[in-house]
């Protein structure tokens, strides 16, 4: 076989089609569970006027203000979202993995460039995903912000439509640039998880406990979170579409005009702790929603390769 077409197989592979779907379903479950908790982190990173307070605080506001579903509103579209930006993210790092390592011991260099180079592929496909269920999440919520215009979207396909039709197909991929910079959060997410469990592994010498995994990922996601929370912010705004960006300049230029905009104008009018405004609730949801996602995907991963009787490659471990 020529080495294209071995290459070719690699990043072709069962083992990296069993990753994905596993990270998917895993991902998929873990959101649904957390699901709140990201609404409460969203109505305070884009409602200024929306005092930050506890999270129970928050989601018992939207629960008495907008009724009990409240919390799950845009539950579809997110987990469309998730779960397509999930199987891209995983099959192109587990590929990219099979490819680049070639029997080579994995390092936390290699595990930062394998999900950075994931992260960039997973953004340019997924953005208009996010773009759409960022609106569809926020629709129908009572801001604070009197400013905010209400949107009209009967669903997943109608909000293509008219996005499309009101602000041009380039407001699909609003937030791409913070987005790209933002693929440092798997990518550090995946260095600090992989690192750690090839560290445990090498102490315990066994396959590791539920729990043990589930730590792992919390960990790992706590770190990543807290490390790129700013940028997350301006995604979600950009992402609204309520932000008016420039356009005399080239869509890089405006993107970055953008971002260092928000950032700026955030910290004169709340100070250093406006940038961080949210975390809280960010941190509990997706702190537990990694965690569990982790959980579920190693044990979906693990269990696939043991019913098909194909024996879980070394670099998956």
């Keep these: 076989m020529s080495t294209e077409a071995f290459r070719f197989a690699e990043v072709f592979s069962y083992e990296s089609l069993v990753h994905a779907m596993a990270g998917a379903a895993g991902s998929v479950t873990a959101m649904t569970v957390f699901f709140p908790l990201d609404t409460a982190r969203l109505r305070l990173q884009v409602d200024e006027k929306r ?3 506890s999270t129970p605080a928050i989601l018992s506001e939207i629960v008495k203000e907008e009724g009990l579903l409240a919390p799950y509103r845009g539950w579809l579209p997110v ?10 993210y995983f099959y192109c790092f587990h590929s990219l993995r099979a490819s680049w390592l070639r029997g080579h011991k994995s390092t936390p260099s290699r595990d930062l460039l394998m999900g950075i180079a994931a992260g960039v592929v997973n953004v340019l496909v997924t953005t208009p995903l996010w773009v759409v269920n960022t609106r569809l999440k926020l629709q129908g919520a009572k801001f ?10 009967s669903g997943i396909m109608d909000a293509f439509v008219q996005i499309i039709e009101d ?3 380039g407001a699909l991929w609003n937030g791409t640039f913070p987005s790209l910079l933002l693929v440092l959060n798997p990518a550090v997410q995946f260095m600090i998880y992989e690192g750690l469990k090839r560290q445990l592994r090498s102490l ?3 396959e590791l406990l539920s729990l043990e995994i589930f730590l792992i990922g919390a960990v790992a996601k706590a770190v990543a979170t807290t490390f790129t929370y700013p940028l997350q912010t301006v995604q979600s705004i950009l992402r609204f579409g309520q932000h008016k960006q420039h356009t005399d300049r080239s ?4 993107s970055l005009r953008s971002v260092m905009y928000l950032l700026i104008n955030r910290v ?9 405004k949210g975390l809280e609730a960010k941190l509990l949801q997706t702190v537990l929603t990694a965690a569990l996602m982790f959980l579920l995907y190693e044990k979906i991963a693990s269990s696939t390769f043991s019913v098909m009787g194909v024996k879980r490659p070394a670099s998956s471990h």
């Design 79 to 88: 987990i469309c979202s998730l779960c397509c930006s999930n199987f891209v």
């Design 251 to 254: 869509p890089l230029l405006n």
């Design 51 to 53: 005092k930050a307070r």
């Design 167 to 169: 602000e041009g197909v």
């Design 268 to 276: 004169r009018k709340y100070g250093m702790l406006g940038l961080f």
């Design 204 to 206: 315990v010498h066994r």
């Design 144 to 153: 604070r912000n009197a400013d905010i215009r209400p949107t009209n979207y």
